[in-house]
Structures are given as structure tokens and as C-alpha cells.
């Protein structure tokens, strides 16, 4: 049953938000909390229908996400006792790691470089936490700060209103209960925090033929095992640290995988002499300059890895860390794809010229038969679908302010998870975030700041 929207629910008012119904223009025009220019009723009812949907005003930031990004902020802004709500498309926190992974992933980075913001790994855990085991770690984070994400609300607009200088966020939920409808929400707030990540979305590209293939085709995020490729011929497209794995993986279930490698790729050992590779990337970037880091990484990958041009492999003329850093690509960290390259047990072909009927031709001339494709071809941000009338964010989703500037937009705009840095790169934007929000808010509350009816019409619902 849908909730009454003239009720505040109680799951809302614990959290410190107000809701109101189809009555918030009325209580804008009251409430009008940061002393903002006073909303035009007609202009924002007609722009935005509001009477026809529920409204939502929240004290404190709306952030859209429930990743370790959207997490780690809501628990930094907590310290600076800021109440926040998260917005989240799926009906768990993480959902990439929990519904759009494969079973023997791993942290691939050692796993102090991977916790969030104040709250290290249990200590029994590894160097590099299995999926599971981060995912449990996710859940105890979320469950120490109290975060209780607003599931199965896909955000799809947000717009920042200049008339009463407040970001709106229309977002549709679907009712997890049979047949239950769709039905939208607006929220209203002085502050957005975009965490939807780097990896929002699957990319699946046009490749010609595909559809008349016939076998199975899926992308990555819906691959989970290669038990049921037993014996089969999949092709894995991409040769990222995705490809790469599932090749490894295809290959302990005795299924045949070649991988397109259409392109050059950096391949790194994930360790060398037993020391994290990235570990001692971040240890020499300290004093040397990055050309120099990554001269030494291809020596040091070289030593360990050898030529891996004998493996039907080019490197890319820029370095693996400028790489990463200018266009975002992930340098493979090799655990045990390369042995089986070498020994034949993947196949490493160019790139894809058509596919046909169980069967897939090569740009070299070469026609494979296979059973199954596997797109390794990566992800997207999908923020410039949602996100409205601001340049903040470029066309491919990712803000147009290099890292470690690319946090914070205008009018209470911030991205945290967009530094194509990792976890890490989410963490430092995530502290980042709640300090400049949490000096805003605590400026906010000083009483002569704060409207009379504003201040005690706030606490009454908290
Ligand atoms: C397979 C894989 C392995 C990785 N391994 C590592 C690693 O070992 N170490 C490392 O540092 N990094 C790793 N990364 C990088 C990765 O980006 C981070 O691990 C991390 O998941 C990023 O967190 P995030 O919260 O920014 O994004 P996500 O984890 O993607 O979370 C974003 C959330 O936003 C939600 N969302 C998206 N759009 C909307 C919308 N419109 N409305 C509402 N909700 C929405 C999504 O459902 C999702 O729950 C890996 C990435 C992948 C794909
Ligand atoms: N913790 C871990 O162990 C893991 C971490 N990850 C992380 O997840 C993120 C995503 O990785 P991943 O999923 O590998 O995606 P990537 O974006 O890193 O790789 C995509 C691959 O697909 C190729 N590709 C794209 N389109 C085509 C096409 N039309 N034909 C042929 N090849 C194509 C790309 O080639 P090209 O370069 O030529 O465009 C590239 O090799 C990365 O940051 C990665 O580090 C992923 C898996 C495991
Ligand atoms: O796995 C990822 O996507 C990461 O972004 C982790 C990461 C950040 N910087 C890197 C440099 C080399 C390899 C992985 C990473």
C-alpha cells in the first residue's frame, strides 16, 4: 500500500527529514530555511507538476547512491552531525558488488587502500578481501553510522532551482511488492551529493551480427561463474582486469576462452617480491615524478612478467599510472591470466569484424565457432542522464575538474567516487565533502542565522 502522503512516516522523521506531501510549496514559503528568495508557487508547479507528486523536503543533503562513495560521505557527515538521506536505484547498499559482480573477485588493491574513511577491515581479513568479505564489511559500515538508504529510488532528474536556490530530485520507486505501482517522488534540499559511480552503467557496444549469433551473449555484470560454460567456446571481448578474469576463471571450468584484445593494454604483476605493486607505485610517487614511476613499474613488470608482446599483447605508448590518471584505464594487475595466455589456454585474437550464426570473423580474416560471447567492455557514468542544468559534469559523465578538485560544484553541488582513483579516490572526496557541507551547517545553525519558524518547525520533526 502506498503511504499516506500528508503523514510523515516514521522512518523519516527519526532521520531528521521532513516530509510533506503535496503541501511543501506552502511550506517553502514558510519554512524558507537558509533564507532563500522566496519560490514562485505558479512557475514551480507548472515546471515541475507538483501537485500531482509527493514531495519530500530533506534537512540535511540529498545524496544519490549507496555505494562505498555515497556511503562513506553520509558517514563522514554524520561525525559533523549532519543528517543526510541517500537515494538508491536498487534494493541493497552496494549493488554493484552485490548484484553486478562474479563470485571469485577480489579487492585487487591490498586492502588498506580500499577502506572507508574511518572504519579500517576487521584484522583477520586478507591483503586482498574477497567480494564477500568487503561486502560484509560494507554492511557493518553502514550498519555503525546507522545509514538506512531510501532503496528502490531511481533518481531521474535533479535540477538545482534558482528561484529558491534548492536542488529538486525527482526520483521513481518501485514498490517491491507484486504488482504494486510506480510512483514518483520529489526531494527538495539545499545540498546534492552525486555518488552513482564511475561504473553506474554496463557499456554494451554495437557489434555487427551479434543479433543474429544465436548462442548466448551477456555482459560481465551478469557473469558469475564459468560453471555452466563447461566445454564451451566463449568469446570474452575486452581485456581489462574484467576480461582478463573471466578468462582466468572460464578457464578453471575447463570451458575455451579467446579474449579480443583489439587495442594495446598495460599488464602489471599484482605483486612484485611479495610487495603490492601498487602498494610501492604509491610509496616511489611520493619523491619521484610519474613518468619516472611508471619508467619504473614497466621495468620492475617486464622483470617479472617478461615480454608480454610474445603474448600477443602491446603496450600502450603512455605509462600505466598517466594512463589511468588522464584517461581512467585500469592497468591490468595480473593474477594468473597471463600464465594461461602463455600456455595457450586462452586465446588471445584482434579485434571483431562481424559476428554470423554461432560463429564470429576477425579483422585479421580469422572466423571463429563459438558458443557464448562474454562483453568485458566495460562501464559508464550516467550522470549527464539525470543531472540538469549545470556544467559541472562533462559529457561523459565524470566532473570537468581534474582530481583533487573535482568535489565540489556550485550552488551545494558535490561528486564523491569520481576521481577514477578507487576506493581511495571516493574516500578523500568523501571527507572532503562532509567537512565543507559540515562548516556550511553548523554556520546554518547559529541562532541568528536561522528563522524562528524555520528552527522550531525543523526540530519538531527530527
Ligand atoms: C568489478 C570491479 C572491481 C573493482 N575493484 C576495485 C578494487 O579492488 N579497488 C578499488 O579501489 N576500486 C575497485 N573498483 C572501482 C569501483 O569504482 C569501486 O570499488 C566502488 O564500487 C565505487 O563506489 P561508488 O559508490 O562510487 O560506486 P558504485 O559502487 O557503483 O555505487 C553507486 C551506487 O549508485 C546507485 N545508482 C546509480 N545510478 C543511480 C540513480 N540514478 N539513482 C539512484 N541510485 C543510483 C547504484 O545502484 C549503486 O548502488 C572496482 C570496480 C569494479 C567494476
Ligand atoms: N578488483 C578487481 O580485481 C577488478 C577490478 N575491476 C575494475 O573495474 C573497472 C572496470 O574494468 P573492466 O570491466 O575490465 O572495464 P575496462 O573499461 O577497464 O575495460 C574494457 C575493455 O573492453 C574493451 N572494449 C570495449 N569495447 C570494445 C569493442 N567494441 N571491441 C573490443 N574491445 C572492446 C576495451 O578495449 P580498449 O581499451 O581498446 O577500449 C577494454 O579492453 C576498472 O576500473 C577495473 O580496474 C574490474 C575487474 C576486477
Ligand atoms: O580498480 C580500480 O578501478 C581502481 O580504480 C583502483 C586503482 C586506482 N588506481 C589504480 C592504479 C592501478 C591499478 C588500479 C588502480
Not at 577514477?420 to 565543507?436: E, I, Y
Amino acid at each position: 500500500m502506498e503511504e499516506d502522503s500528508h503523514q510523515a512516516p516514521k522512518a523519516l522523521a527519526e532521520t531528521g527529514h521532513c516530509y510533506y506531501g503535496n503541501t511543501l510549496p506552502c511550506f517553502l514559503l514558510l519554512y524558507n530555511p537558509l533564507q532563500y528568495k522566496q519560490p514562485r508557487m505558479s512557475s514551480m508547479a507548472d515546471q515541475f507538476g507538483f501537485f500531482s507528486r509527493r514531495c519530500v523536503w530533506v534537512n540535511g543533503p540529498i545524496i544519490v547512491g549507496a555505494g562505498p562513495s555515497g556511503l562513506a560521505v553520509a558517514a563522514c557527515l554524520k561525525e559533523h552531525g549532519v543528517p543526510s538521506v541517500i537515494l538508491e536505484r536498487s534494493d541493497c547498499i552496494a549493488s554493484l558488488w552485490q548484484k553486478r559482480t562474479y563470485d571469485r573477485l577480489k579487492l585487487h588493491l591490498p586492502k588498506q587502500f580500499c577502506q572507508l574513511p574511518r572504519f579500517p577491515f576487521p584484522e583477520h581479513y586478507p591483503e586482498y578481501p574477497t567480494k564477500q568479505q568487503f561486502i560484509d564489511y560494507l554492511e557493518s559500515y553502514a550498519r555503525h553510522y546507522e545509514i538506512s538508504p531510501r532503496f528502490n529510488q531511481s533518481v531521474q532528474l535533479a535540477r538545482y532551482d534558482e528561484t529558491c536556490g534548492l536542488w529538486r530530485v525527482r526520483a521513481t520507486g518501485t514498490g517491491t511488492a507484486a504488482g504494486s505501482r510506480s510512483h514518483e517522488v520529489e526531494y527538495i534540499g539545499r545540498w546534492l551529493v552525486v555518488a552513482t559511480g564511475e561504473n553506474a552503467e554496463s557499456v554494451v557496444p554495437e557489434l555487427d551480427g551479434l543479433r543474429e549469433f544465436g548462442g548466448d551473449v551477456m555482459h560481465v555484470g551478469d557473469y558469475k561463474s564459468g560453471e555452466a560454460y563447461r566445454g564451451k567456446r566463449v568469446l570474452v571481448v575486452g581485456c581489462g582486469n574484467s576480461g582478463m578474469e573471466v578468462c582466468l576463471d572460464l578457464c578453471d571450468y575447463e570451458a575455451l576462452p579467446a579474449m579480443v584484445v583489439r587495442d594495446s593494454v598495460h599488464v602489471l604483476p599484482r605483486e612484485v617480491l611479495g610487495k603490492s605493486t601498487f602498494e610501492l607505485a604509491v610509496l616511489l610517487m611520493k619523491w619521484l615524478p610519474l613518468w619516472l614511476v611508471d619508467k619504473i613499474l614497466l621495468v620492475l613488470a617486464w622483470l617479472v612478467l617478461g615480454n608480454i608482446e610474445r603474448c600477443g599483447l602491446r603496450r600502450p605508448s603512455t605509462g600505466p599510472l598517466e594512463l589511468k590518471n588522464t584517461v581512467g584505464r585500469t592497468p591490468v594487475l595480473d593474477t594468473g591470466a597471463l600464465g594461461k595466455i602463455r600456455s595457450g589456454d586462452i586465446k588471445v585474437v584482434p579485434g571483431i569484424k562481424r559476428f554470423s550464426p554461432g560463429k564470429v570473423a576477425l579483422v585479421d580474416g580469422q572466423v571463429l565457432d563459438i558458443d557464448s560471447v562474454v562483453l568485458a567492455t566495460g562501464y559508464r557514468s550516467n550522470v549527464p542522464q539525470w543531472l540538469q542544468g549545470c556544467d559541472f559534469f562533462s559529457k561523459d559523465g565524470f566532473p570537468r575538474t581534474a582530481f583533487p578538485n573535482g568535489w565540489r560544484g556550485q550552488s551545494g553541488l558535490y561528486a564523491v567516487g569520481f576521481t577514477r582513483r578507487g576506493l581511495s579516490g571516493a574516500s578523500s572526496d568523501a571527507v572532503r565533502t562532509a567537512k565543507d557541507i559540515g562548516r556550511m551547517w553548523k554556520e546554518e545553525l547559529k541562532p541568528a542565522k536561522r528563522p524562528v519558524a524555520c528552527h522550531r518547525r525543523c526540530i519538531s520533526q527530527i
